[in-house]
């Protein structure tokens, strides 16, 4: 026991509340990742996390809390990648490649900002990397109030955004409205990007999005099984990551710990390539038969 | 035009009356001034080469293009919930094969996909369920992911999932344009059953009308914006269809077969055959 879980992993409270943030921001990702994946959205998520970059490096200079920065560029990034297209096929690549070029600019200027105006050395690497060990704890019941904000309005538009993503045509004949729904699914991405922009920072949030989702998906073919699965995958990476980063500060001599996030990225990478072995063995397992 | 059909069940109302429907996209007159009904439980083709208007057509019946000109009457509905009664099965339907849906799932969302809200399953869905199963004949691979499905399987799930929230009219787009001849007819004996049995009104969009003539009660054959409605017999006449291209044409009966062949000199022949709208060179 004592070689898998490090003195005071259970009793310190900035494990508990890297805990808690970790696996409530990896219900939400994970959840919000199966539509972004099954919409073909994952470069729009991935740009959102770009934007959020831009939002908590803005929010560090105003001195604001980051959360509220980086979920409220992303809620604008969206909207706007929404009003120039990015529910038609063809606008997509458009929208998405004008807020990713506009953002990485905004990004790199505030930045620049933050770390010479302010003298807040830590301002980067917490907007890139997160800061789930030195969360306050107040921040919590912030993070659970925007998680449970995006799942329900995920959970509402849940059958018809099924539907749209099915087939645009019979949604729309059934009286789906496709443009609010669609811009729904968006706001809701744009909160999940900006949570996890805040737990395992801004440039590894497209990880904890995508990758749970991706290997869900593999896995399953049911749409309520790939949701239950790729929340699975996203709370056991981030619980173990979160474990393994504890855990790598009494790793060697120098007690300098390795970044939680770094972790929380290898396992869903591994996951991923792992959830490809059941497929790839029943490929290569045909013609050995014939031997 | 108008319709000088007589309703299969003489005292039903009609399901469908487009009247003088006139549509105008991108500055060009698509459709002028069509007319026709379809009747409970009849069998119509809605005949075009491609580009002749029948997608446009079908989606003013649904409510989804607004008619310059001329209205669509549904039976039972007035106004903007009539889509709710319709059954539609688009012409392109590109399921992608890591889509985690199963054939029972989709025709499920059939029921109550366009509601708000996480599906809850009960008895009552799933017997619905496999009784549209049954239905189509999809029952083999009904816990299949739908994108692996061939053309075919994927018609008879997006048929199920049209049908069952039980609509008085099915609206097919092209259905048989990507099957071989095989999967065609069985598509077509499955909508023909259907539409007696459960006395669902079909109308089905096809650029060939032979493989649709076995079961046609009535034919909408549209031609440059214009449509001529009525049984086979009516329309699929030289004087008709003359009238409907604005050039001489003569329909030849060759076996069970009819071919809609140009008088020499219509400009767009050689496009129509090659498009198998039956138009060929005299
Ligand atoms: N949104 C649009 N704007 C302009 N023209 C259109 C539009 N949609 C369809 N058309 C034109 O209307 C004509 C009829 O199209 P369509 O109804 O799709 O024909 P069909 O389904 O019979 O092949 C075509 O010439 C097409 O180019
Ligand atoms: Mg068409």
Redesign the pocket.
């Known amino acids: 026991m004592h070689f898998i879980v490090e003195p005071g992993f259970f009793s310190s409270q900035p494990v508990h509340v890297a805990l808690t943030i970790g696996g409530v921001v990896a219900v939400v990702s994970a959840a919000v990742g199966i539509f972004t994946v099954i919409r073909g959205q994952s470069f729009a998520g991935h740009t959102l996390t770009d934007v959020s970059t831009a939002g908590g490096s803005a929010a560090f200079l105003l001195g604001m809390n980051p959360l509220l920065g980086f979920i409220g560029l992303s809620l604008v990034g969206s909207g706007t990648m929404d009003l120039i297209g990015v529910q038609r096929v063809r606008g997509r690549d458009l929208a998405t490649g004008i807020v990713l070029g506009a953002s990485i600019g905004l990004a790199a200027l505030f930045l620049y900002l933050d770390t010479t105006t302010r003298a807040t050395t830590g301002a980067t690497q917490q907007i890139l990397f997160g800061s789930i060990f030195t969360l306050d704890p107040g921040e919590v019941p912030i993070v659970v109030a925007f998680s449970v904000i995006s799942l329900v309005a995920l959970a509402v538009i849940y059958r018809p955004l099924l539907l749209a993503t099915m087939s645009p045509d019979i949604a729309a004949a059934r009286g789906v409205r496709l443009r609010p729904v669609g811009l729904a699914f968006m706001l809701a991405l744009a909160v999940s990007v900006g949570l996890s922009s805040l737990a395992i920072g801004s440039i590894l949030s497209t990880a904890l999005l995508i990758g749970p989702a991706a290997a869900a998906l593999r896995l399953t073919k049911r749409i309520g099984a790939a949701l239950i699965t790729a929340v699975a995958i996203g709370v056991a990476a981030t619980w173990v990551g979160v474990l393994l980063a504890y855990d790598s500060y009494y790793w060697g001599s120098s007690h300098n710990g390795y970044p939680v996030s770094f972790f929380i990225v290898a396992l869903t990478f591994l996951i991923y390539l792992a959830s490809g072995l059941p497929a790839r063995r029943a490929a290569t397992s045909a013609p050995a038969k014939r031997h | 035009m108008t319709d000088r059909s007589q309703p299969v069940t003489a005292n039903e109302p009609d399901v469908l009356r487009v009247e003088g429907v006139t549509v105008a996209?991108?500055g060009?007159t698509?459709l002028e001034d069509v007319a026709f009904a379809i009747a409970p439980g009849s069998f119509t083709g809605l005949i075009?080469s491609?580009?002749?208007?029948?997608?446009?057509?079908l989606r003013v019946i649904l409510g989804l293009q607004r008619p310059g000109r001329g209205r669509v009457v549904v039976a039972g509905d007035a106004g903007n919930r009539r889509n709710r009664s319709i059954g539609y099965v688009p012409?392109k339907v590109l399921l992608d094969p890591d889509m985690p849906m199963r054939a029972r799932d989709l025709i499920g969302l059939g029921l109550d996909g366009h509601r708000f809200g996480i599906p809850m399953p009960s008895k009552t869905r799933t017997s619905l369920v496999d009784e549209m199963l049954a239905a189509v004949d999809a029952e083999r691979f009904a816990n299949a992911r739908v994108g692996i499905l061939s053309g075919g399987e994927q018609q008879r799930v997006l048929i199920a999932h049209a049908l069952i929230s039980r609509p008085r009219l099915l609206l097919l787009?092209e259905p048989l344009a990507n099957l071989d001849l095989r999967s065609g007819q069985e598509i077509i004996g499955l909508l023909h059953r259907i539409a007696t049995e459960h006395h669902i009104a079909v109308l089905l969009?096809a650029h060939e009308m032979n493989p649709l003539l076995p079961v046609m009660d009535r034919v909408v054959y549209?031609a440059g914006g214009r449509a001529a409605a009525g049984t086979t017999d009516e329309v699929i006449r030289t004087e008709v269809l003359s009238g409907l291209y604005g050039h001489p044409v003569e329909v030849l009966h060759i076996h069970d077969r009819v071919l809609v062949i140009a008088g020499p000199g219509y400009p767009d022949a050689a496009r129509l055959a090659a498009e198998g709208a039956g138009i060929e060179l005299g």
């Open positions: 996209l991108g060009r698509i075009g491609n580009g002749a208007g029948k997608t446009t057509l012409q787009d969009s549209l």
